[in-house]
C-alpha cells in the first residue's frame, strides 16, 4: 500500500547521531560594516528518532539555521555531518544527496504552495526531480498524500487556494514526505493553524514520526507545543544556544534565567492564578548591536559585571546544559558554586 | 474589508466533494473572462475585426488597390461605396478591410516576439544570478533612455523601412519593458516559500523555472503582452504615417491616415475611418487586457 | 444592576460580493457592563473580528448587510450619522489591532499623530495635547518617553509600538476599548507584558474592554467574561472562570482539550475532528453539530435556543456538558 520511496539506508548504526552540527555561523551584512549576527555558533546534535525542539523568540536566528541545515542559503563557518558523511567539502556527501534525506516544512502561509498548480503535481515536483516519470511521481505523490490522510482523488487536483489552512499544511507535510526523507526540519509548522486544526496537524506529526521512523527538528516559538512533541529542547537567544537539555528536564528545572523567563512569560491557563509579575521587561534587542559578553545579560534579573566580561560557554550537567556563569564553577559569579564544591 | 474575503476561503473546505474541478488554469480565467462584459465586448469587437481581416478577399466589396480618378473624395454611400472612396478614388471599406490585415500583423507579431525574447530574457534576469541580472538589465536600460517613438523610428529609419523592418523595429522597442515586466514578476516569485520548498526538495534551477517560475510570471508578462499589442498599432501606424513602414499602395490604416490628412476638409469623416479603426482596434485589445488582468487573479475568487 | 455600556441584539452580518452571500454573523446577542473585560475566543472565520468591527461600524456599507441592535451607552450606533460616528469613534470608542505597524500612520511620529488625535476631539492648543501624548507614552510604560514622541513607527521594535498604538488609543479617554487580537504578532515575553499593561491601565481608567483573541491563555489573564464563537454564533458565555473551568458546550470543551497543555507529551491529543462549515451554506441546525461527539437528532434540525446552564451562563447547544438532563458527565479534562 505504502509507496513512498524507500529511505536512503542507514550507514553510521543507532549510535551514531543522524545530524551533527558544528559551530553553525551566519551573518547577514549590513551597509557600513554592520552585521546581523543570525547564527552565532550553534553546535548540537540530533539522534536518529529523536525530535529535537528549537525555541526562541524573533530574531533568535531558528528560521535562518533551519535554512543553513537545508542548504539553503550557504553557511559562513562550520560543519554539517549527516549519519557520520560530512555535507559538502572534497570528502562528504553532496548537497543534493543530503536533500534525500532531510526534508523541510514550511510554515502555512500564503506562498507555501504554488497556486497555479494543483497540489498533487506540487507533491510529485520532488519525485519528478529525483528522476521518477511522471506518472511514478504522481503515484508517489498520492501515497504521500493518503499519508497525511488526504484523499488523493478528491484533494489531489485541487489548488492551493481551495484548500483549509490544515489541508494545506497536511500537502506542505506530504510534499517533504514524497522523497521518502529520514528527517524533516519543521519551522513553525503549525504556527499559524487554528487551535483545533493544531491539534489534529500535532497528532499526525507524532503518527508519522512512529510509522515512517521519522527524525524531527521542530522549531517554533510556541513553548507548549515544543513540550508536546519534542524530546529535547535547545533554547536561542541571539543567534546562540542558551540552554539545551531532555524536555522534560528544561521545562521542570530550567537553568538559564531566560529560559526561565520564556516559561514564566506563558499565560497561567487558571483565571484564579494570574501572572502578577512580569519575569523579565523590554523587547529582545536585535541582532546587529550586541552587547558585551552574556547577550541576555542586559536583560538578565541576574546579572552581575562578570556577566559583560565574557561571553559563557554552555556547561552544565551530562546532557543539559546552559550557557551561564551560574552553572559555572568558580566563574565569579556570586551564585555559581565555588571550585571546591565541584570537586 | 479583510474579514469578510478571509472567512470564505477558510470555510470552504467544510464540504469536500461539494465541488470537485478539474479544470486547469487557464480554464479556470477563460472562464471568469467569459463572465466579464467588458472583456467579452472587447472580444467581440475583436473577433469582428480579425474575421473581417482573414476573410478579405471574400468580403470587401471592391479592389482594395484599383481607384478611379471620377470617385476621388466621395462621401459615404457615393455609387455602392458605403464608406465613400480616398484620394485616388479607391473603395474605402474595402480598404479598410485589407487595411486590417497588415496593421493586426504589426499589433501582434512583434508584441509575441518581444514577449518570447523579453520574457527570456527577463527570466535569466530575475533568476540567473547577480551577474546575469546587471549584465542583462543595465542594456535594457540603455534602451529605456529612448523614447520608444523616436527609438522605433531611429530603428526603422537607420533599417531603410518596410514591413519586415518596422516589424523588427517594433520588436526592438518592445523587449526592453518586456523584460523589465518578467524581471520584476521573477524576482517577487523567487522569494516565495513554495520556490524554497522546491530547492528544499533538492531541484535544480532549471527545473525550478521550468516548473514553478514560468507559471507564475507568464500572468503578469500575458497581462502586459496584451495592453502592448494597442501601443504596437498605434506605432505602427505612425511608422507607416512617417514612410518608414508599410508602403503605398498597399492597404495599411496608418498609411491610409497619413495618405488622407491633406484632404481633411474635403470628406472629413472619410478620413477619420482609419482613425477610428485604430482606436476601435486598440479600444479593444485594452477591454481583454483588464479583463484578463482582473481574471488571472485567483485570489479574489 | 448598572445600565450596560455595550448592548448587542441579534446582530446578523452577511457579505454580499459576487457569489453565494457569506453570513457572518448569525443571532450575536452580548452586553458588557462598564468597566467590564469581555474575551470574544473563536478560531479563524469564527466572526469574532467581524463582531468587533460591527461594534465600530467599520464593515464595509456597500457589502455588508446588517441586522439587528447595538446600543452603545444608551445610543443606536447601527443609526448615527458619519459625523455623530466620526464623533464617538476614538473619543468613547477606541480600537487597537494586531498589527500596529499597518495601524499607525508611517509618515507621521508618534507624538504628532496622538496630539492630532487628542485635538480633533478634545480641542486645545498643540503644546497641550503634546503634553498629553507625552503623558499618554508615560503611562503606557515607555521607556525615554520624551525622547519616543518624535520617534515614526518603524523605528520602534513591535513591543514599543504595540504600547504607542494603546497610548494613542487611550489619549482621548474612551469608556469602552475594542481590542483585535492585540498580543498575537508579539513574542512570548512581550505578549505578558502587554496584557498586564492593559490590565493595568483598565483597572486605572475603569473602562470596558471588548477583546477578540484565539488564544485561551490570553483570556485566562485578562478577561472577566467570555464568549465563545463559532461560524458566526456565540455558543457559550459566561465568567471566564466558569468557561474555562466547567466548559457547557461541547464545542468550548473540544478547545480546551485540544490545547497541548492539557495532554502528556507525545500523547494523541483530543483535537475535533473535521473542519468548520461553510459560511455560504449553514445547516440548518447547529453548526457544530457535525463534528460533535454528544450531537443529537435535534441538534441537526434546529439552531439550539439558548439556556443557562447556571447564573450568568449561556449556551447555545440541546446537551450542555454536566448539565445535560440526560446526564452528561462533566468532562474529564475539567478536573
Not at chain 2, 64 to 84: A, D, E, Q, V, Y
Not at chain 3, 281 to 299: D, E, I, K, T
Amino acid at each position: 500500500m505504502n509507496s513512498l520511496p524507500e529511505p536512503v539506508a542507514d550507514r553510521g548504526g543507532p549510535a551514531q547521531p543522524l545530524l551533527i552540527a558544528r559551530d553553525l555561523r551566519k551573518y547577514f551584512p549590513l551597509g557600513g560594516g554592520a552585521r546581523v549576527h543570525a547564527v552565532d555558533g550553534v553546535s548540537f546534535s540530533i539522534a536518529k528518532g529523536e525530535t529535537l525542539g528549537i525555541v526562541g523568540e524573533s530574531g533568535c536566528g531558528k528560521s535562518t539555521l533551519a535554512r543553513l541545515l537545508m542548504q539553503l542559503m550557504p553557511r559562513d563557518a562550520g560543519e554539517l555531518i549527516l549519519d557520520g558523511d560530512p555535507v559538502g567539502g572534497p570528502h562528504g556527501i553532496s548537497v543534493a544527496a543530503m536533500r534525500r534525506q532531510v526534508q523541510m516544512v514550511f510554515q502555512d502561509s500564503a506562498s507555501s504552495l504554488n497556486p497555479r498548480l494543483p497540489v498533487q503535481d506540487s507533491v510529485a515536483f520532488g519525485p519528478r526531480v529525483h528522476g521518477r516519470s511522471r506518472s511514478a511521481a504522481l503515484e508517489v505523490a498520492r501515497a504521500a498524500l493518503r499519508q497525511v490522510h488526504l484523499d488523493p482523488a478528491l484533494i489531489g487536483p485541487r489548488y492551493p487556494h481551495e484548500l483549509s489552512g490544515g489541508q494545506k499544511q497536511r500537502v506542505n507535510i506530504a510534499r517533504a514526505l514524497a522523497i521518502g526523507p529520514r528527517m524533516v526540519v519543521l519551522d513553525e509548522a503549525v504556527s499559524a493553524l487554528d487551535k483545533s486544526v493544531q491539534a489534529q496537524v500535532l497528532n499526525l506529526l507524532v503518527q508519522l514520526r512512529r510509522d515512517l521512523d521519522l527524525t524531527y527538528m521542530f522549531i517554533s516559538h510556541d513553548l507548549a507545543v515544543v513540550r508536546h512533541i519534542s524530546h529535547r529542547v535547545l533554547v536561542m537567544y541571539l543567534g546562540q544556544v542558551m540552554e539545551v537539555g531532555p524536555v522534560a528536564q528544561v521545562f521542570a528545572a530550567p537553568r538559564h534565567p531566560y529560559t526561565r523567563a520564556l516559561l514564566a512569560s506563558r499565560p497561567s491557563m487558571d483565571p484564579a492564578r494570574r501572572t502578577e509579575t512580569l519575569a523579565i521587561s523590554g523587547d529582545p534587542p536585535n541582532p546587529v548591536d550586541l552587547p558585551p559578553g552574556c547577550r541576555f545579560a542586559p536583560r538578565c534579573p541576574h546579572a552581575e559585571a562578570v556577566c559583560t566580561a565574557a561571553n559563557p560557554a554552555l556547561a552544565g550537567g551530562a546532557d543539559h546544559l546552559a550557557a551561564c556563569l551560574i552553572q559555572v564553577p568558580g566563574s565569579g559569579h556570586s551564585q555559581a558554586p565555588g571550585l571546591e564544591a565541584a570537586a | 474589508m479583510a474579514e469578510g474575503m478571509s472567512i470564505a476561503p477558510a470555510a470552504l473546505p467544510a464540504a469536500p466533494g461539494a465541488r470537485r474541478r478539474r479544470n486547469t488554469y487557464w480554464g479556470e480565467v477563460g472562464g471568469k473572462l467569459i463572465r466579464q462584459p467588458g472583456a467579452m465586448l472587447g472580444a467581440a469587437m475583436l473577433a469582428v475585426i480579425v474575421l473581417a481581416a482573414i476573410f478579405a478577399p471574400w468580403i470587401a466589396p471592391f479592389d482594395p488597390n484599383k481607384g478611379s480618378i471620377l470617385m476621388r473624395l466621395k462621401p459615404f454611400f457615393f455609387r455602392g461605396h458605403l464608406l465613400g472612396a480616398d484620394e485616388l478614388g479607391r473603395d474605402m471599406l474595402s480598404r479598410l478591410i485589407w487595411g486590417g490585415r497588415i496593421s493586426l500583423a504589426m499589433g501582434v507579431v512583434p508584441v509575441l516576439i518581444a514577449m518570447l525574447i523579453g520574457g527570456a530574457l527577463g527570466l535569466t534576469a530575475g533568476f540567473g544570478g547577480k551577474l546575469a541580472n546587471t549584465l542583462i538589465m543595465r542594456v535594457m536600460d540603455v534602451f529605456y533612455a529612448f523614447p520608444s517613438v523616436l527609438l522605433a523610428v531611429a530603428i526603422a529609419g537607420a533599417m531603410g523601412g518596410g514591413l519586415i523592418d518596422g516589424m523588427i523595429a517594433l520588436t526592438l522597442v518592445f523587449i526592453p519593458p518586456m523584460c523589465r515586466v518578467a524581471e520584476s514578476a521573477t524576482a517577487q516569485v523567487r522569494n516565495l516559500d513554495f520556490i524554497e520548498a522546491a530547492r528544499a526538495t533538492g531541484a535544480g534551477g532549471f527545473s525550478i523555472v521550468r516548473h514553478h517560475v514560468i507559471g507564475n510570471v507568464l500572468g503578469p508578462v500575458t497581462v502586459y503582452a496584451s495592453s502592448l499589442i494597442s501601443v504596437s498599432v498605434l506605432l505602427s501606424a505612425g511608422l507607416s504615417f512617417l514612410g518608414l513602414g508599410v508602403q503605398p499602395p498597399t492597404a495599411d490604416w496608418g498609411l491610409m491616415l497619413s495618405t488622407l490628412v491633406p484632404s481633411i476638409y474635403v470628406v472629413p469623416w472619410v478620413c477619420a475611418l482609419p482613425g477610428a479603426a485604430i482606436f476601435l482596434t486598440s479600444i479593444a485589445f485594452g477591454l481583454l487586457s483588464s479583463g484578463l488582468r482582473a481574471a488571472m487573479d485567483m485570489r479574489g475568487a | 444592576m448598572s445600565a450596560p455600556l455595550l448592548e448587542i441584539a441579534d446582530l446578523d452580518v452577511a457579505f454580499h460580493g459576487d457569489g453565494t452571500p457569506v453570513q457572518a454573523l448569525s443571532g450575536v446577542s452580548l452586553r458588557l457592563d462598564p468597566g467590564q473585560v469581555l474575551c470574544i475566543i473563536g478560531e479563524s472565520g469564527s466572526g469574532k473580528s467581524v463582531t468587533l468591527r460591527a461594534m465600530m461600524r467599520l464593515l464595509p456599507e456597500r457589502r455588508a448587510r446588517i441586522g439587528g441592535q447595538i446600543s452603545f451607552a444608551g445610543r443606536d450606533v447601527l443609526a448615527m450619522t458619519d459625523r455623530q460616528l466620526r464623533a464617538m469613534r476614538g473619543r468613547e470608542m477606541a480600537m487597537i489591532f494586531q498589527e500596529p505597524m499597518t495601524a499607525l500612520d508611517p509618515v507621521y511620529t508618534i507624538g504628532a499623530q496622538i496630539a492630532e488625535t487628542v485635538r480633533r476631539h478634545l480641542g486645545g492648543t498643540q503644546a497641550a495635547a503634546r503634553a498629553r501624548a507625552l503623558d499618554m507614552l508615560e503611562r503606557v510604560g515607555v521607556p525615554s518617553a520624551a525622547r519616543r514622541l518624535d520617534a515614526y513607527p518603524h523605528e520602534l521594535s513591535g513591543g514599543l509600538r504595540q504600547r504607542a498604538m494603546i497610548a494613542l488609543a487611550l489619549s482621548c479617554g474612551p469608556q469602552l476599548l475594542l481590542a483585535d487580537e492585540p498580543t498575537t504578532a508579539l513574542d512570548a515575553t512581550v505578549q505578558i507584558q502587554v496584557l498586564l499593561l492593559l490590565r493595568r491601565l483598565q483597572a486605572e481608567l475603569g473602562m470596558g474592554i471588548v477583546f477578540v483573541t484565539h488564544d485561551l491563555g490570553v483570556a485566562a489573564e485578562i478577561a472577566d467574561r467570555v464568549a465563545v464563537m463559532y461560524a458566526g454564533r456565540i455558543v457559550e458565555e459566561g465568567s471566564v472562570a466558569e468557561v474555562l473551568g466547567r466548559p457547557a458546550h461541547p464545542y468550548t470543551a473540544g478547545l480546551l482539550a485540544s490545547s497541548v497543555e492539557h495532554v502528556a507529551p507525545g500523547a494523541e491529543i483530543a483535537a475535533i475532528p473535521g473542519a468548520p462549515p461553510d459560511l455560504r451554506a449553514l445547516p440548518p441546525g447547529c453548526s457544530f453539530a457535525p463534528r460533535c461527539r454528544h450531537a443529537v437528532a435535534a441538534c441537526d434540525a434546529t439552531v439550539p435556543p439558548p439556556v443557562r446552564p447556571g447564573p450568568g451562563r449561556m449556551a447555545r447547544c440541546f446537551t450542555p456538558l454536566g448539565f445535560a438532563p440526560s446526564g452528561h458527565a462533566v468532562e474529564e479534562h475539567v478536573a
